[in-house]
């Protein structure tokens, strides 16, 4: 047992090491430090989140609630600091898919 969580230590400082966690690092903390990229996930957050209320209670969603969101994810999208964020995410997330699935193919399952 000791061997294989020595292993894990070692597989978790090399992906602590690679460029991608290092850039996915980089973004969180950008965005930590702009109070409007926060403010504007927050924004979407509560949004999406009323919406599926208003559907899980059956509840008619208003135009102008639909509206509200689609500014808001556009207003996302266009923020470079969550955008570099998105994409280092899915950067990090890629070698994470690739660990998963070289485990999955050793197991067998």
């Known amino acids: 047992m000791e061997q294989i969580v020595a292993l894990a230590k070692q597989l978790a400082e090399a992906v602590k090491a690679h460029p991608r966690y290092q850039a996915f690092r980089q973004a969180q903390q950008k965005l930590e430090s702009s109070p409007e990229s926060k403010q504007l996930l927050e924004q979407l957050a509560e949004q999406s989140k009323r919406i599926r209320e208003l559907e899980a209670a059956l509840k008619p969603v208003e135009p102008q ?4 969101l689609i500014e808001i994810q556009e ?7 969550i955008r570099a964020l998105f994409q280092a995410e899915a950067d990090y ?3 994470m898919v690739q660990i998963n699935n070289c485990m999955r193919d050793i197991l067998g399952e």
């Open 93 to 95: 997330a890629e070698i």
């Open 75 to 81: 207003r996302v999208m266009a923020d470079p600091t």
């Open 65 to 68: 609630d639909k509206r509200r």
